[in-house]
């Protein structure tokens, strides 16, 4: 079974976690293993060109093939490029079977998971013969596609002298780490600046990765390129806050309520450069019809077309649904795709959720601990209750988890804010919200950013444990992973979205005597040794446990006023949890040691 991390991108700090930005190190075949996901809903550009040129991979000898193999490094046998006709053959469960057109007569697929850890290709695909593109002023490649980004590079590559040079277009730049394409998806890449009117052209399919997931491509075709066709492909939208990147709220209670920024990620897919490209959004219920400033677009480029006019939502509970489009002065040789697809959100009394709403995948540590959640902004002071997070179906009846705030100093660390109690996950429970009441309310501070996770300590990788769902794309350095299997105390960010929500509902809470109970650990972070003293009950036990799940130090404690010391010295330094059961219930307190 194969060791998966969610962490990406190392923020390294001494004793505690920082959101500092530090430089990109990628971590090599540890990955982000999420799961159920939901596969997007294929969208075909309109083809209004006649192809002049046509293969499917029904005739695998149409194909030359270069692997790394055995002559990789380190050699491998599995995983590279191939031409199969096993519609199942894919990695993906969601992805299956391949949507392509003539999937069943072939197709090619290169299969990075299947090549393993420490695996590494630079592999290509490409015609053996050449292809006469004289006569063709301005040319594109597309095909059909399916696949699963981690880390991968792909790259259409185009040669115009029988392949003794060649030049490579990527693709697929705007997938975010762990997410799937459509079952097919369309893709269409203008070669014009290397085959327009050349007749020794060959094409093909260059991937690039280790121990990633797969691509598939089929249906390949060339046709000369329409002049005008603009594509819009999306939004990059949200709140511009402390934190300082564009966060999109999905949900936003009232008190929180900012101005909206919106803008499009128009593509330019046709010949001709367009230099009045503008993006249109609008919220029908809400009288809102914005305009971005003309632009201009190359071909093949994708830009944001930012509105400068925002939104602010009327201070009360509604919905919202976001239509937009990209125009120009130029007749689009595909309308269809000038429209971006439609956009919801709404404004809540008590619920500020990040994620998009429909659980698409889930992320979790194949059974090792794990903490995983959201940055907030904060704008307002409103007093936090309570944790909403999404247990995803695949997770195991009876894990335990835990909700966790963190603050955020002024060194941009992350410091132990408050916890929820450890909750058992029932069988119930499963696929679905559940809210987790803080052990005592925490009053948050207009102006601030706030870190609230979702953890688990974990059974030793027995099981899968917890999976939590997630839903949408996260702008980098706004989403944190911390591996309680290192215990070393450092973040890492995703671009996957956790379903890992606030909750002001001010009737949550832990029992009323439970909440009474003030349990102190000092000095935190702890060097040598720490004490843990309890308050307001009767303590009958105090835990100390790793982020592995592990636990390193157990007592049992007096009634009434309790105080414990301990030496740290056998401790590595990370991050531990204080497990204290009263006879009003168990308070949990996080503890750093430095050592």
């Known amino acids: 079974m194969k060791k998966v991390y969610l962490g990406l991108f190392t923020l390294v700090i001494a004793g505690s976690a920082s959101a500092q930005l530090m430089n990109k190190n990628v971590r090599g075949a540890q990955r982000i293993q999420n799961i159920g996901e939901v596969p997007a809903k294929a969208t075909h550009n309109l083809e209004k060109a006649v192809p002049f040129w046509t293969n499917d991979f029904s005739t695998s000898s149409d194909w030359t093939i270069a692997n790394a193999g055995g002559a990789g490094s380190p050699a491998h046998t599995l995983g590279d490029w191939a031409i199969v006709t096993d519609v199942n053959a894919i990695p993906v469960t969601a992805l299956k079977p391949a949507g392509h057109t003539t999937a069943a007569n072939g197709y090619a697929l290169i299969n990075s998971d299947a090549a393993g850890s420490g695996q590494t290709q630079n592999a290509t695909i490409v015609t053996s013969s050449v292809i006469n ?3 063709k002023a301005n040319v594109s490649i597309i095909f059909q596609q399916s696949t699963r980004h981690f880390q991968e590079l792909y790259y259409v590559v185009v040669s115009n002298d029988n392949g003794a040079t060649w030049t490579d277009f990527q ?28 007749a020794n052209v060959k094409v093909g399919f260059r991937y690039v990765g280790a121990y990633d997931w797969f691509w598939a491509v089929d249906d390949v075709k060339l046709v000369e390129t329409d002049n005008y066709d603009l594509s819009a492909n999306g939004y990059f939208w949200g709140v511009e806050g402390t934190w300082g990147a564009r966060l999109p709220y999905y949900q936003t209670p009232i008190a929180q309520i900012n101005p909206i920024h919106f803008a ?20 029908a219920s809400a009288s809102y019809n914005q305009t971005s400033p003309m632009g201009t677009l190359v ?26 489009s990209t125009t120009s002065g130029t007749t689009d040789a595909n309308p269809t795709d000038n429209a971006a697809p439609a956009l919801a959100f709404a404004t809540t009394q008590t619920t500020y959720a990040r994620d998009a709403q429909v659980v698409q995948a889930g992320s979790y540590n194949q ?12 704008t307002a002071d409103q007093t936090l209750t309570g944790v909403d997070v999404f247990v995803a ?18 060194t941009g660390n992350f410091a132990y804010g408050a916890p929820t109690a450890l909750h058992t996950v029932t069988a119930g429970e499963l696929g679905t919200m559940i809210t987790l009441p803080l052990t005592g309310s925490f009053p948050l501070t207009a102006g601030n950013s706030y870190l609230l996770v979702v953890g688990s300590y974990g059974d030793g990788g027995a099981t899968d444990d917890f999976v939590v769902g997630t839903s ?18 450092t973040w890492y960010y995703s671009t996957s979205t956790p379903m890992v929500r606030m909750n002001f509902n001010p009737s949550l809470s832990v029992s009323e005597n439970a909440a009474n109970v003030n349990v102190n650990v000092f000095p935190n972070p ?3 040794e720490a004490t843990i003293e309890v308050n307001g009950a009767v303590a009958s036990a105090i835990t100390v446990v790793d982020l592995a799940g592990k636990v390193v130090y157990t007592t049992n404690a007096v009634e009434g006023t309790s105080k414990v010391s301990f030496s740290t010295a056998n401790f590595s330094a990370g991050v531990y949890t204080v497990n204290v059961s009263t006879n009003a219930g168990t308070v949990t307190k996080k503890m750093v040691v430095k050592n």
């Open 393 to 410: 179906s695949t997770s195991t009846a009876n894990c335990q988890i835990y909700g966790l705030l963190y603050t955020i100093d002024g």
């Open 171 to 198: 693709v697929n730049t705007s997938m975010a780490v762990n997410t799937n394409s459509a079952n097919p998806a369309l893709a269409q890449v203008n070669i014009s600046s290397v085959a327009a009117n050349q």
């Open 264 to 283: 499009g990620l128009v593509e330019n897919k046709g010949a001709m450069s367009q230099s009045d490209v503008t993006f249109t959004a609008a919220i």
């Open 472 to 489: 949408g794309i996260s702008e980098a350095q706004t989403t944190y992973y911390l591996d309680g299997n290192e215990n070393t105390g």
């Open 367 to 378: 059974g090792q601990g794990y903490e995983m959640g959201n940055i907030f902004d904060i």
């Open 526 to 528: 702890v060097v040598g």
């Open 133 to 135: 593109c004289t006569g």
């Open 299 to 324: 071909p093949n480029a994708i830009d944001t077309f930012d509105i400068s006019t925002t939104f602010t939502p009327a201070a009360s509970v509604a919905s919202f649904t976001v239509t937009g």
